[in-house]
């Protein structure tokens, strides 16, 4: 069983909303933190939006706050992003990362033991 395939990614313009899902393997769900990380040509991986499996507590990038949520279904072992008013600069490859420790959520860092294939997001003008 792959530990981790995400899905829902596709292209849509700005403004527009999009709701990208991650399916995981059970021994997935025993991490302390899951988190959505994006790369976009070019440029580094950035955690986007992670949350602290046991007590669901979530942690976001500036970029992203305030416009995009991460939840998460323990018991049908699924993880969320919610993407609203996406901008152009939101184009990126987006994984879900789990196996991370406190401080790849508390201090978004790209440190995590486990990585899906990705799926692309892209924003049009």
């Known amino acids: 069983q792959v530990p981790l395939v995400e899905s829902g990614g596709g292209s849509v313009q700005a403004g527009r909303n999009l709701t990208i899902a991650c399916a995981a393997s059970?021994?997935?769900?025993?991490?302390?933190?899951m988190a959505w990380v994006r790369q976009a040509p070019g440029k580094e991986r950035e955690v986007v939006a992670g949350?602290?499996?046991?007590?669901?507590?979530?942690y976001y990038a500036d970029s992203v706050k305030g416009r995009f949520t991460i939840s998460q279904e323990k018991d049908k072992n699924m993880m969320y992003l919610q993407m609203n008013s996406l901008k152009p600069e939101d184009t990126a490859m987006y994984y879900c990362a789990a196996r991370g420790t406190y401080f790849s959520c508390s201090y978004l860092r790209t440190e995590f033991d486990s990585w899906g294939q990705g799926t692309q997001v892209t924003v049009s003008a």
């Open positions: 949350i602290i499996v046991s007590g669901g507590k979530t």
């Open positions: 059970e021994s997935m769900f025993s991490s302390i933190c």
